[in-house]
């Protein structure tokens, strides 16, 4: 097959060069060659160069050509040149995102779109006679390209990418950029083909209020966010300048509207944090009328009806397409009154945070077991399991593999029953034990005592990181201790990667010795081998440890530990102080012998005074 192409290829350049003679009406059957004809003079052999010189452009104005067309037809046999035009264009529409809404980021649309444009001319010809390409206006378009982009969108409807980097002095006092404003005063005028609208700004002029003052009647998706520290007090009196048929999708940050002049119904997202809250009845009134509704998140609001409290006999809201659940920062009451109406068929995320309240002590946990029936089929996803436990609050929190949120609850607990009803309440939704890792913070005497500790290190055995504030004592001895089952030996937590102790009633003997007991005998080859009739397990080699609440070590006590656990990382101590000789006798072994650094002189003048 391989000698076969090659006498094919052959022939063929053959032809192209009979070809190229015929059209250039060159009659000889070879040019004037000097290695085939030595010249016998200087004019013959500048005739030679000169021919070889025409012969060579010649060939690769002719050849140049042919090559163009000849990948052309090549390219029409390939399979995406099959394609309908229409469908190509879909396809470029998502490799370049151009309905997405986000911040303009690189690569910037235009640089995408011109990398589409140069693959090939057809390519090149589509894009630039496809106004919906052309479509996606970002605040990063140079503005001398900016009229281009717009004339050659036509009539399409417009995505809007406006995003302006936050001044590193906080609040925001400075003016925006030039480019911005410009940016802004440009798009203005074309606010009733705004699509999609992503705003990320602080100050500007023009103003936020009036850019969302513009009537928007196609607008479907906008996320809105104000950066400025007294965004609360700056309420957009008219938001988005009257209805909003179309809107699918809003995501509100630092933005206060007035409510009562906004109609959302058949959305799929709302999300508002950092914002006045709408009154209560009317957030019931955008989610009962938008039964499609797939993401609710609401955090941290700025709450106008914290005192509502549905009545019992309010109907539930079935949201059959919910897949997030999201509500951090807001009051008990406000809370737990959306718990209990909202029901969702299948969740993915779900988190939970409730303010505390002192006063009061209520428990969030009885309102969501119809959440968590909801959300109990994606538990499988979870790869990562955290918690944490200060007094007094408990934060437990899920995630997949891919390092996405799952579920997240944060709520105040008080006592140890507290804690312990807490966590039999996540054990028995959760299969902690193939849970492949984990991290838990503890710290709190009266909130939950050693015993709860290591009830919770039983139930979650796939810890990876632990960090103790108090009773670290006992949680050494606890991690030291060998279990024996079958003829196995194991450990306590045996994937172990990153320890801290923070508690400074545990010395340094405790840490040795719990070092010694885990780590001691263990052979450097393997993480198991059999002693008689027994197989031992040993746990795996510690990454890092923080020894904050241990004091003063020497360095010969951190190498002695480095050496026995084989941790390369060891921090959070206090060296001991050393007089000038021992400082200097301690870092002699870095000095260059050579030469005398700033470090060398250092040394010299604290051993020796100045």
Known sequence: MAAASKTAIAEATGVVFKSIRKENDIHTDYLLDPAVCPPSSMVEAENGVSALEMALALLDRSLGGRIVQAKKERNAFLPISQLPVEMLTEIFHYVL???????????????SLKTLASVCADWRSLVSCTPSLWAVLESTCPLTFLPTAIRKAKGSPLNIRCSWEMPLYFPVVGPPTKDLSAFLNAIIPLANRWDTLYLDIGRTDPP????????????????????????????????????????????????????????????????????????????????????ELEHLELSNLRQEAVTFNAPITTPKIVLPCLETLVLKGLNFQVASNLIRLLYPHRLKTLGIAVLPQPEEHHSIVPYLEHLMSAIQSSFH??????????????????????????????????????????????????????????????????TIRSAVQFKILEWIP??????????????????????????????????????????????????????????????????????????????????????????????????????????????????????????????????DEDSLGSMDLYDIFALVGQ
């Open 208 to 291: 936020i209020i009036k850019i969302l003052a513009q009537s928007l009647p196609n607008l479907r998706h906008a996320s809105i966010k104000y950066n400025v520290w007294d965004s609360y007090n700056q309420c957009l009196d008219s938001p988005f300048g009257g209805t909003t048929p179309h809107l699918r999708q809003l995501r509100l940050h630092q933005v206060s509207i007035d409510w009562t002049l906004v109609e959302l119904e058949n959305l799929y997202t709302l999300a508002i944090s950092n914002s006045r809250s709408p009154p209560f009845p009317r957030l019931l009134s955008f989610v009962e009328k938008s039964p």
């Open 462 to 591: 796939n810890v990876t990181e632990l960090e103790i504030c108090d009773g670290v004592k006992e949680m050494l001895h606890y991690l030291s201790e060998r279990i024996c089952v079958d003829k196995q030996v194991t450990w306590r937590c045996p994937h172990l990667r990153e320890a801290c102790f923070s508690d400074y009633s545990a010395s340094v003997t405790d840490v040795m010795e719990f070092a010694k007991r885990r780590y001691g005998d263990r052979p450097k080859n393997d993480g198991s081998n059999e002693d008689g009739d027994l197989v031992v397990h040993w746990p795996d080699t510690l990454k890092s440890l923080n020894l904050e609440g241990l004091g003063y070590l020497d360095y010969d006590t951190v190498e002695e530990l480095k050496n026995i656990t084989g941790c390369k990382e060891i921090t959070g101590f206090e060296e001991e102080e050393l007089d000038a000789g021992e400082f200097y006798d301690y870092y002699s072994h870095s000095s």
């Open 97 to 111: 995102g151009s309905h997405e809404l986000r911040s303009p980021e690189k690569p910037y649309h235009l640089t």
């Open 381 to 446: 996803e979870a790869k990562t399991v955290g918690l944490e436990i200060t007094d007094p609050h408990a934060t437990i929190s899920l995630k997949r593999a891919s390092g996405d949120d799952l579920f997240m609850l944060d709520a105040r607990v008080v006592g140890t029953a507290e804690v312990e009803a807490h966590m039999a309440w996540l054990k028995g939704n959760v299969e902690l034990s193939k849970i492949s890792s984990g991290s838990i913070l503890l710290s709190g005497s009266d």
